[in-house]
């Protein structure tokens, strides 16, 4: 049996099919253009999926959206990151392209659900993931079913406030302001390790904080550490409030690896209530940049399993 699993973010789009045991047999992936709107990624999808239909004729379709999503009728709340999503209703409008049930929900969720059922979160319960990419998200897996608040509350972990003049944990810790926090570095510090290399290839600043590490640079140290500790007090109100047993690092400034989560692991603790300590395991997403198409399949799985609460609002 064949799936399709989608993830849609703010600087990349993949497109996967898999079987259902969360395996991936077959990948499209391309980038997001932000100038072309959600009609220029919804241009790719169509033209991705026609071949990969008759092809693998998979039986659902699974979606991880970059924003909120109504999860229960498949339409798009808003992108932080493209325009033209607004209150678009993404389930109808595959549903008419493929014949096809199809879920959506939100990427936090869908790469929280493919890390807990096939990722660092096997055997742990509750699992939360955050997702460091282009914005900051979040989603809680417990008893290996991604826990959906009050409509329509999630697991919006990047906007919580870090103070009180509302500084948020996006603004900080995503891609993005990691980034930007870089440049504005390396222009008081040109002549360190990071700013070297941030001369010869400028552009998504952060990639260079690993080779930066590794010479053992200051500058790239400090700013590391800074985004640590605003990540790791944004990470307590999770653990103070649900006490997951494991916390997962995943999105691209995860792949900073061992540096970023040894550091988180160790930050934590100052910030959580002395009863809940140690505190849980953080982990790196062991499925990396396919948490959330992974998950993406096990939505898909589980619209047509029977009694599935997303059954009734899947075609």
């Excluded at 789009?13 to 919804?42: C, K, M, Y």
């Excluded at 379709?61 to 325009?83: A, E, M, N």
């Excluded at 570095?185 to 290839?201: D, K, M």
């Amino acid at each position: 049996m064949h799936l399709v699993g989608i993830e849609i973010g703010g600087t990349k789009l993949q497109v996967v099919a898999g079987n259902d045991v969360g395996s991936i047999v077959e990948r499209h992936r391309f980038t997001v253009n932000p100038a072309s709107g959600g009609a220029g990624i919804r241009s790719q999808i169509a033209s991705t999926l026609p071949a990969l239909l008759q092809r693998l004729h998979p039986v659902a379709v699974g979606v991880g959206f970059g924003g909120p999503v109504d999860w229960q009728t498949g339409r798009i709340c808003c992108s932080h990151q493209v325009t033209g999503w607004s209150e678009f209703d993404l389930r109808s409008w595959l549903h008419e392209r493929t014949s096809l049930p199809v879920a959506v929900d939100n990427d936090g969720n869908t790469g929280a659900l493919g890390e807990a059922r096939h990722g660092s979160g096997r055997g742990s319960n509750p699992v939360f993931y955050v997702t460091l990419g282009s914005g900051v998200g979040g989603g809680l897996v417990v008893d290996g079913r991604i826990y959906h608040g009050a409509k329509p509350g999630e697991a919006e972990i990047g906007h919580i406030r870090l103070d009180r003049t509302g500084t948020l944990l996006e603004k900080r810790c995503s891609g993005w302001a990691v980034d930007q926090r870089i440049r504005n570095a390396i222009v008081q510090e040109p002549n360190t390790a990071l700013g070297q290399l941030c001369a010869g290839s400028p552009g998504c600043e952060a990639r260079h904080l690993t080779a930066a590490l590794t010479a053992h640079d200051e500058l790239a140290t400090r700013l590391l550490n800074e985004t640590v500790d605003d990540l790791a007090f944004g990470l307590s109100h999770v653990v103070n409030l649900i006490h997951p047993e494991i916390i997962i690092l995943g999105g691209g400034l995860s792949l900073l690896g061992e540096p970023l989560r040894s550091r988180v692991q160790d930050r934590l603790p100052r910030y959580v209530m002395d009863s809940f300590l140690p505190g849980p395991r953080v982990a790196l997403a062991e499925l990396r940049e396919d948490s959330v198409p992974v998950g993406a399949l096990e939505l898909a799985r589980d619209v047509m399993a029977p009694g599935s609460t997303r059954i009734a609002n899947a075609f």
